[in-house]
T-cell receptor
């Protein structure tokens, strides 16, 4: 298996622009997680899905952030409009039902100027 | 508010020594505990999990759990320069059955000096 796939790996954009991050979980995994990592706040859970349904989005910082999972093999995290404080590494992770181990993708490094 | 606390380090140990990494957590309902290793510029990878009080050994790694003290530790024996990384403690405190959310500490940076 190729593992969790994320794209793009790096994104540089200007404040006010829309940013879309993409994730393909490991095939057969039922749960998908979006995290954000910064030096100040560490690794924070933003939202997670079970069988494509959002279960808990309490970590989403504000309405500028939205996430979707239209099918079992694809999820997006969108920021609109982006702000410099959104600069961080965004990780997607997945796991299968009954197994607590989460497998992380390589991350997307976002810089908002 | 669930909290997981780690000493940010850096923790420097000489090659061949034992590295000891510590973690405390705030929620007594926590049931599962994990150690992830993250190399600079890379994603976290799971190295140990522990669910019951006591020690769990896997090669050079030993995880220790004390639920009464709300304390988890990771010992790395015969430390190697390749162990130099940030180690993240993660705790699963489901509010109900099947939640499986992980709360991560900010990590301890370990540097093994040749």
């Amino acid at each position: 298996d190729a593992g969790v796939i994320q794209s793009p790996r790096h994104e540089v954009t200007e404040m006010g622009q829309e940013v879309t991050l993409r994730c393909k979980p490991i095939s057969g995994h039922d749960y998908l997680f979006w995290y954000r990592q910064t030096m100040m706040r560490g690794l924070e859970l933003l939202i997670y899905f079970n069988n494509n349904v959002p279960i808990d989005d309490s970590g989403m910082p504000e309405d500028r952030f939205s996430a979707k999972m239209p099918n079992a093999s694809f999820s997006t995290l969108k920021i609109q409009p982006s702000e410099p404080r959104d600069s961080a590494v965004y990780f997607c992770a997945s796991r299968e039902l009954g197994v607590e181990t989460q497998y992380f993708g390589p991350g997307t490094r976002l810089l908002v100027l | 508010q669930k909290e997981v606390e780690q000493n940010s380090g850096p923790l420097s140990v000489p090659e061949g020594a034992i590295a000891s990494l510590n973690c405390t957590y705030s929620d007594r309902g926590s049931q599962s505990f994990f150690w992830y290793r993250q190399y600079s510029g890379k994603s976290p990878e799971l190295i140990m999990s522990i669910y019951s009080n006591g020690d769990k050994e896997d090669g050079r790694f030993t995880a220790q759990l004390n639920k009464a003290s709300q304390y988890v530790s990771l010992l790395i024996r015969d430390s190697q320069p390749s162990d130099s990384a940030t180690y993240l403690c993660a705790v699963n405190t489901p509010p109900g059955a099947g939640s499986y959310q992980l709360t991560f500490g900010k990590g301890t940076k370990l540097s093994v000096i040749p």
